[in-house]
Structures are given as C-alpha cells and as structure tokens.
C-alpha cells in the first residue's frame, strides 16, 4: 500500500510539473502574442522580451531534468535497470521536443532581416546605423542558403537550440573531468597497457575501418544517385572519429550497481575515457587536414602526416597544460581552508581547460588529464574534507551537464530543422559502427593476450564489444559543425547511433552479463590480490600486465613525480642523485622528511597501494636513512633478494591458492615467507 | 623559519602565476597580431580566433581569483583583518586594470563596420548578406553615439567587458540565494521585527532622502553649469534606490571570525539580505514609473501609485514563485539517493529564478525567499548528507561568484570607457549616502526602541550606522543601464562609494567594534537563552521582540505550514479543524504519524527550536494522543497553565540571574519550576 501511494504522490507530481511545463510555454506564447500586437517596440522592452522567453526556455530544460531525476529516482526505488537515466533523459527530450515542434504554433513576426551589403567581410561586431541611432550586433556564424528561410520560419525552435559550443566549452569539460578524476582505481593501472592500446591503436583502427567502409557506401550511394550533396572521404574519416568515442556512463553506472568483476570494469572505463580524447584530437586533425581553399579533398601523403603531426602535438600539448596546477596545492597549506582549498581545486582545473583552449588546444583533453593527475597527485594533498568536497562537486556537475545534454539530444531529433535521413547510409552506418567495433575488440585482445599473463576472456571480450554505447561525446562531435549536407546527415545518423546503443545495448547490459556469465557483486576490496575467473581459472589482478612497463612507470612515479607534486613519497633528498642536492632540497616539503614512515597513500583502497608495489617489486623499494642516504635495492624485512627471485617467489604464489583479503594480509604473508620458509 | 619559507613559496607562486598572466596575454596579443597580417579571414577561422581571445580572457579572471584565494589564505594564517577578500578582490582587479588599460596596446585591426541602412527597426537577428554568403548577427544593444568611436577604439577593453546581465542572471543569484539560505539562525527570528523594519521601511527611508539630497545637488551643478547631460528627479531616486542595498559580506565574515554579539549580527545580516531584495524592486518599479514616450520626467501622483502597485505586486510575485519546490521533496523518498536530492535541490531552486524571470517578476527576489523558505522548510526534509552537500555546494558558488564580482569591480575602474567623475557630485553623493544611512538607522532604532522590550543600544547602532557597506548589489545595479549621461556619472560615483565603503569600514571593523565596546568571542550555543549586554545589564535574548507578532506567525509556521511543507511539525490531521480531514489526511506524510515525538527539528542549533517556544508559549503547544484528536492548550509537564501566565513566568526568569547553558537545561528549569514552585 505503502508503495502505490509513492506512485501516486510521484505522479501527482509529475502531473503537477507537466502541467507547470504547459502553463509557462503558454503563458511565454501569450506574451510574445501580446507584443506582437504592439505597434512601437522599444529595444529595451524587446530585449526584455528575449531575456524573458531564454528563462522561461531554460526553465523548460531544468524541469526536463527535475522530470528525470524524479524518473530515476523511482526506478532506483524499484531497482528497475532496463532503462538507464540517460536513456530516460532522452525519451524526456523526445517528448518535449514532439511537442515544440507539433503542438506550440507561434505566429511568425517577422522578426529577421536580410540586409544586402557591399562589405567585403563579415566583421566580429556591427555597428548598424538606424535612424540615427548605433544598434551593435555580433556575429554568430555564417549560416547556408537553405537555412535563411528557416530562420525566419520558426523562432522558437531557433529559441531552443544552443550554440553547439555550449557543449565543448560549459557542458563536456565537467563529465570529462568526472571521469579523469574517478579513474584512479587500482584496476586501472594494472591494466595500463590493454586499455592504452585499445584506447590509441583501437580507436585509430576503427576510426579508419568506418571511414573506409563508410565511403564504399557514399560510392555505393552516389551510383544509385541517392546523394543530395558533397560527400568527401575526409567526411567519411570524421564520421569514423567522433562515432568511435564510446561513452562509459550507462554500462558503468550498471557495472557499479551490480559490482562487476573490477578488471572488466577498468578495461571498458579506462578505454572509454580514453578513446573521448582520442577521438576529439583525431577529428579536429582530420578537420585541420582538410584543405581550406582548394575544394580537392583527395587523399593526400603529405597532409595525412601534417594530420599526424598535428595530432601528436596537440595531444602532448594538451597533457602537458593538465601538469600545471600541482605545484600551487603542494606548497601552500590551505588544509585549514576546505573552502578556500575547494575553490582553488575547481579553478586551478578550470584554468588548465582554458589555458588549453587560448593556446589553440584542446581543453577536454587537457581536462581528462588534469581530472586524471588531480587525483593521482593533488588529491593527496587535500584535506580530507576538501577530498569529499570536491568528489561531491565534480559528482554533481557531471550529473547535471550529463542528463542535460542527454535530454538535449532527445529534444534535438525534433527541433532541429535540418536533419537528413538518408536509409543506405544510416544502415551503412549501423553495420560500420559494428564491425568497426569488432576490429577495435577482437584483434587487439588476440595481440594483448599473447603478451597478458592473465588473458582478456572471450567473454569479456563479447561484453566489450557490447558495451561500446556512443553518447555525449558523438553527439557533441556531432552537432559542432552542420553547416554542409554531409555533416547533416552524419548529425542524423549520430543521434540514431547514440539512441539505438543506449537503450537497446544500455538496456540489455544485465541480460548481457548474466548470457556471457560475468561476475556479478563482486567486492573489489576482498579480491586484492587473487581473483577467481568466471571459467573458474585463478587469476592474479596484481600481475595482468607485462611487467617492464609498469615497473618503469611506477619507478619513476614513486620516487620523482610524486615527491615533486605531493606530500607523500620518499623525499626527494633520498631519491634524486647527489648532484641534485639543492634543488632536492628546495622540492621538498618538509612534511615528506616528517612523514617518512607515511610512504603508504592514504586512499589506499582507490590508487595503487604502495604496499601492493612494495610486495611485487621488492627490490625496487627506496628506503631511506636519517642521513637521506640513498640505498636501493633493499626490500621491506631487510633481506636481500634481486628482482628476478622477488618476482618468482611473489608468482609462485598463485599455486598455493590462498584467497587472502587486503594488502596487509598479504604482507605479513609474504614477509612470513621470506623470513621463515627460505 | 618556516614562516619565510612559506611566505617565499607564496611569493614564487605569485611570481610564476603573473608570468602565466602576462605570457597568455602576450600569447594573445601574439595571435592577433599574426591574424591581422593575414588577407583572407574565413569565418571559422574568426571564429576559433574570437573563442580563444575570450577564453584568454575568462583565464586572467581565473588567475585573478586563483591569486585572490592564495593572498586570502596567507591572510587568514597571518591573521591579518584589516582587508578582507572582497577588499583584496577589488585590489587585484584594479591592477589587472590599470596594466589591460595602460599597458597592453593593442592594434585596432578594424574589425567593425559600420552600416547606414534603411531598416525601420532593430531587429533581434540580423542576417547580412555578404557577397553571397549569408551571416548571422545578434542583437547586443543599442549604443551611443559617443560610444562608436570607442568601441572601434579598443578591442581589448571590449572583450573583459562582461554583458550586465550577467551580474544579474549569473552571478548575484547564488551570492543572493546563499545569503538566504544561511540567514536561519534563531537570533534572526527572534529580531525579525526590527530587521523588517531596517530593511522595508529604513531602505524606502535612506533611498528618498538620498534622492531628494541629489536632486538639489544636480539643482545646483546645474546653476553653476557642471551638468554635461540630462538629470532627472527619477534618475536621482534610482541612485537613492541602489545605494540603499547594503552589503553583508565584508562585515559579516569579520563578525563571524570574532564571534560577535550575535543580535547585532542578526540585525545586520537580516537587513542587509532584506534590503538588497527591496533595492531592486524599488529600483526598478522607479525605472518603469519613468514614462516612457514622453521625456517629461516630472512628478505625478499617478504614476507614484502605479510605482507602488509595481512595488508590491513584483515583491509578492516574487515571494509566491519562492514557494514552489517544496512539495517535491517532501512526497518523494530520495534520502538514500544523496545526488539525487542535491541535483533535484539546486534545479527547484534555480527553477525559481527562471520562473520568477520567465513571468517578469524578479528572479533575484525570488531566489532570496526561497533561500530562507529551502532553509526552513526544505531543509528538514533532507538527508544529512545532502544538507552537507547543498551548504558546501552553495557557499562555494557564492564565494567564488563573489570574488568574481569584486575584482571586476576593481578591474572596470580602468576598463569602463565612458566614466563621468564629477567632483560635486560624488561629494554630494558620499554626504547623501551617510545621511542616507544615518536617517534610515537613528530614527527607526529610536521608535524601535519604544516597543522592544530589550533595547537596541547606542553603540548597537553606531555600528550600524558604521557596517553600512555597499557592495555586489549595488554594482550589479548601476552596471545594468549605463546608457545615459545620467547613468554613467551614477556608475562612477558609485564604483567609488563601493571602493571606499568596502576599504574603509571594512577594514576598519575591528577597530569600530573595540571603540564601540561591543562584545567578541560570544559562544551564540551558551547563550541560549539569557546574556549579558554590553552595558552589563542582562538582557534575554528570547524576548527582544513584542510577542504578539512573533507568535501568530510561529503559531501558523508550525501547525500549518511545517506540516503541509516537510515530514516535521505534528500531523495536519490534529491541527486542522475536523471538516478538513481528508485534505490534511492526504496531505500528511506517513513520517508525520510515525515521528510525532520527533518534534523537534533536526537542526536544533540552527533554526528557531521548538523547545525554546514550548518554553516561551507553553499555552500553544499542540499535543496530540495516538487517535489524533486535536488538543491544545496543555503545556509539556501535563499541568495547565493559561498563556499570560506563562509569559510572565518565562518574563521573571530574567530575576535569577541565571546563566543556563543550553536549551535543555533551561527547559528543565522551568519543568521544576513549573512542578515544585507553585
């Protein structure tokens, strides 16, 4: 009983929000109708109008999203998961957009005029002169033949519709950074190099199998004379590129709520996020490959590198304006401060999105990496409150720029008045993003496994091949430019892609991974170190990679970044070379000198536990004396054993099949070992 | 030692941040100029170059920032009091300033044209049909003539300079909201009588005598020929209106780090969150009583109606939209969804701004109720952890929209291009704005006086008088319009009063509070119930106010208004008369019933606590048994007293002379007396 009047209250709501939602248009579509009737409009009173109508626009947006929150609210209640929120957001824009366009009929008033001029370039600003009096405009974009009737045809879908930057520079750079920012699970580095190459080498692959297979069917297209337009293979590349951006947020947030075996978790987020940045740098290469002047768009050796190139450096680029902000948080004491300290955090990630941006990079790139350092390196330096503070801030603004953009693209199927359906293409489409897919997944994981230890699964692999949803960032992509016939229909196409692998694929996740037999509630803390597979084979999370790698990365991580950018670590004294001293010295806190004994991080079930590292590679642990002595080599228990024989022994456990739970058990495992057994 | 170290870490931080500052400008003067050498400008390319330039741009306002919270945070180490952020903001933004004005010179690439047409209107887009290609501009506004040359004068000054309207949509609703949302101290409620009549009457007060000042101050500058432009009688009104809306922050941050008195902090963060509400309909009920067609501008009795109509109809629009979000959360169960809740929080209440503005009544008003109505209400029905959440989230946003606000001050000294400084006039204006003050606090602190039982005393009011800051509002206010000659005169003069209210009686705080003798270091927990005055005479805190006031309106609050509104109070079913059963049945939450013990609020220390009124109005308590029969009248300990009774009881209390920490210990005092006295 309890639970129908929960339903009737949530309706009763919705009911009374629906009818809100109507009477706001309503009374926005009286009052415009109102001024229409008015003979002298006076600027001020318009641009009162117009300020009125954006807020009464938004107010529409922000009860979508209330809308949605109450939806998910409830079927998190009832612990329904066919249909994630995003799903949910964009059914929700479907409607309203439905409605915008067939139900509200606003009179046109004529509101634009075609000025013919004799300028010889479209300046920033102007300056029209009226009478008399100075109206000053600014330039919006250059809009096609095709569109000018439009404009003046429909106002308030006009009304509706964002600046597509709105997504790059205000609504992406949140998510992205949410994401950077909760990457920093163990399961992540241990699995560097399988999500490195299906992140790099795996997009770049499929970017290229869907561009190719993509112009076969323009060709196909163009013979059948089903073309309305140009059609280039740049154009098929840059479709390849934003539709290979997978989006990690509706299979994960399942994969959270059902705790799904964490390695599979860390392969699909950490090539997830990845690929977003992957696919940004390749498309915008592709676009600055393209040849401005001439209209060629042949493929061309020479410009395919200068893409490289461009590619490469805006990538670096982009990486090295994420490394700004460490040094600031390091050297002052804002502990005492969360406010103070929370606020620097959010600006200090902000200004690298900027800085990035100014310099004529890429900001969501530059942002993924600041989220990913942030909270490898800054967060220790948080306070601990401030470590909540920014979690819940960033956890929020990821929420709400999400649902928005994904009700944006619901509401965007119906008001945006110049989409293109075209049949063979968005079947073309659907087959290349499919196959495109499956050449990311399926031979990378054939090449990796025959360099993993511990192999990626076949059903692993299917459920990878599942789960590569598109969603915010294809979309984005997507509407940045529809200016030309084929960035319209390749918008179209996007927006069918997304909607069909979020509810259908989105949905099916739970069906998924109970067909492919995947784990399901797994406590990442209780498998540290062994882990059962779902074929019943043990496996070793600690030891999935090659070990080269992620000992050189580690190596270095520990005993120079670390100590350089934080608090923890061993001091810089101890693990730079002597010749270093002053400016060893001079690095360092002096809280790295007091906490010496503190060389463990204190989210140690979130990052890389020192200890985990400490019982791997024993040999390369840095311990320190009074004197900063530096003497490596020797490992914890002060007995002395080379590398290779550390990591025998530390492999050799796996046959005794102990399920042993957290770090330290394992610890004084292995330290019983090295003490008792030799 | 340690200190040094930190202040040379500070310094090196400054040092390396202004090298950015000046390498990301340079950067940019860079990109320009090697723009301007090209000849064939494409749009897009325009495009990314005027994207860039503004996220240049938006980086110096973050580093700005990022400086401001490092100088503050040194500050608050050092303990240093005598410039506080705000102060410190407005600093840095003059230096930004002075060097953008100054000594950035930037070569006017003629980026505007400027058209003769023959259009009738100015229309809100403009499509211009450049050889062939169409553009779309946007309409910014109108401006005048002086203003062309300038505007082709300096690009640079142009681009940080912010639209007004985004003062007003962006950045004063969270400072506003905010300054609601944490106004619920019980101290407020307990002086809410004099602070209504500080903030509405006082601000109507000080805004005519303020206007009627200025108009003979005009009257005379314009004898003498000092008046370059038009001045009307309403123009000086508008003055008086936004300077009348003071500034809590500076002083009230100081208040709090001493802990002061907190009555007199009552009374000033009460009036001063009221009177920025009344400022802005008084200001703008002034603009719309301007008759429009006609440039008479004289005084009609008419029109002086119709202002006032405007007056109270936007204010209790505006108060009616505050009201809506509550229902939401309190029929739906999002408690174990912490997220959810905070995203449903911060979307109800901005959704009030919308709303409020979508309906042309004003938002800025609205958000402010519904800070203190969420505070009230709502905030009961949260989860711990999202009252955490939302107060974190939402004094972040003020303290950087706050900051923000502040060094643009600062920063638009040197960058606004058509400053009117006339000697007379901001003397007039610094004269007008103490008598202004003076005329709002002496005679109403007098007649308050007469009708409070504990006295506002004369050092109180002093303070008062002397805490008159002007601030955000203010700014936002005279930065909306400066059109007119008129306009901008008022604009720098009051930039100026800003300058030195905020340097001048912020800084000088401390000082005012030792010269005044006014108590610091007051625990507002021990203090309860009974204190000690700065006179040495007692005064009890919870009788300050007449009653009878105080009492209906906490009488409807609790038996009506806390039920229908949150799970708290008791159940409507006992409270309201019988013929309303089933409204109050549906009405009431199942919470209600089951916690009907659980009268008190969650946030005791916080907002207003019951038990201190079934101390004060034992008589109105509403007890109820299990069958929910309505039974009033009988006070907690089950024996029956009648309410004049009672009053005076609680009044003799003040005799003893007793300092009772607590509410509860005093709530057992007078069960004893109650019980063992009589």
Not at 46 to 63: G, N, P, T
Not at 171 to 182: K, N, R, T, V
Not at 375 to 391: C, V
Not at 561 to 582: D, E, Q, V
Request: glycine fraction near 6%.
């Amino acid at each position: 009983m309890g639970s129908t009047c929960e339903i009737n209250a949530a309706m009763s709501i919705w009911r009374r929000l629906s009818l809100f939602v109507l009477a706001s248009s309503l009374c926005s579509c009286l009052c415009r109708a109102e001024d229409s009737a008015m003979e002298n409009i006076v600027t001020e009173k318009k641009a009162e109008e117009s300020h009125r109508q954006d807020s009464a626009d938004l107010l529409v947006f922000i009860l979508l999203l209330t809308l949605t929150i109450l939806t998910i609210w409830l079927f998190k209640h009832r612990r329904f998961r066919f249909l994630h929120e995003t799903g949910l957001a964009m059914i929700y824009g479907l409607l309203v957009g439905v409605v915008l366009r067939y139900a509200i009929h606003v009179p046109s008033d004529m509101n634009n005029v075609t000025l013919s001029c004799n300028v010889n370039a479209s300046p920033a600003t102007l300056l029209v002169n009226v009478s008399g009096k100075f109206y000053e405009y600014t330039l919006k974009g250059e809009i096609s033949g095709s569109e000018v009737n439009d404009i003046q045809d429909n106002e308030m879908l006009r009304k509706v519709t964002f600046d597509p930057e709105v997504f790059f520079n205000i609504l992406l750079p949140p998510i992205i950074f949410h994401a950077g920012y909760s990457l920093k699970r163990r399961h992540f580095f241990r699995n560097l190099g399988s999500i490195l190459a299906y992140a790099f080498v795996g997009t770049v692959v499929s970017c290229f199998i869907i561009g190719l297979l993509m112009y076969g069917c323009v060709m196909l297209m163009k013979q059948i004379g089903h073309l309305g337009g140009d059609f280039f293979f740049t154009d098929c590349l840059f479709f390849g590129a934003i539709v290979s951006a997978t989006d990690p947020v509706t299979v994960l947030a399942i994969f959270n709520e059902l705790q799904v075996d964490a390695d599979l978790y860390a392969l699909l987020f950490g090539e997830s996020v990845l690929n977003d940045a992957v696919a940004v740098v390749l498309s915008s290469s592709i676009v600055g490959y393209q040849p401005e002047g001439d209209n060629s768009h042949t493929f061309e050796a020479m410009a395919m590198l200068k893409s490289f190139g461009i590619f490469l450096g805006v990538f670096s680029g982009s990486f090295l304006f994420s490394l700004t902000p460490f040094h600031v948080t390091k050297f002052t004491k804002l502990r005492d401060f969360p406010l103070l300290e929370t606020a620097l955090f959010f600006l200090m990630s902000w200004s690298t999105f900027l800085l990035a941006e100014a310099c004529g990079f890429t900001g969501v790139v530059a942002v993924l990496f600041c989220g990913m350092t942030q909270a490898h390196y800054t967060f220790n330096n948080l306070s601990p409150e401030s470590q909540d503070r920014t979690k819940q801030l960033f956890e929020l603004l990821n929420f709400l720029a999400e649902n928005f953009i994904f009700s944006y693209m619901g509401l965007t199927l119906f008001t945006f008045k110049n989409h293109v359906f075209n049949p063979i293409f968005i079947v073309g489409a659907f087959l290349a993003v499919f196959l495109g897919r499956a050449a990311n997944i399926y031979p990378l994981s054939f090449l990796l496994n025959l360099g993993r230890k511990y192999k990626i699964s076949s059903n692993f692999q299917h459920m990878m091949m599942f789960a590569g949803l598109r969603g915010a960032m294809t979309f984005a992509l997507s509407i940045r430019d529809t200016a030309t016939y084929a960035r319209q229909m390749m918008f179209s196409t996007t927006l069918l892609v997304v909607f069909f692998t979020v509810w259908i694929c989105g949905g099916g996740t739970t069906q998924m991974l109970s067909c492919q037999k995947i784990r399901v509630g797994v406590d990442t803390d209780q498998e540290n170190f062994v882990s059962i597979g779902p074929d019943g084979v043990e496996r070793r999370s600690t030891k999935q990679e090659s070990v080269w790698f992620f000992r050189i990365w580690y190596n270095f991580d520990h005993n120079y970044l670390k100590p350089i950018l934080t608090h923890s670590g061993p001091p810089l004294t101890a693990t730079l070379p002597a010749c270093c001293g002053p400016l060893a010295r001079c690095l360092t806190s002096p809280q790295a000198y007091e906490n010496e004994e503190q060389l463990k991080d204190s989210d140690s079930d979130l990052i890389l536990n020192d200890g985990d590292i400490t019982l791997a590679y024993g040999d390369i642990t840095v311990s320190t004396d009074a004197t900063g002595a530096h003497t490596s080599g020797t490992p914890v228990g002060g007995v002395a054993v080379n590398s290779d024989e550390a990591l025998d022994r530390e492999l050799a456990f796996g046959d005794h099949e102990l399920v042993i739970r957290g770090t330290r058990l394992v610890f004084n495992a292995l330290l019983f070992e090295l003490l008792f057994r030799r």
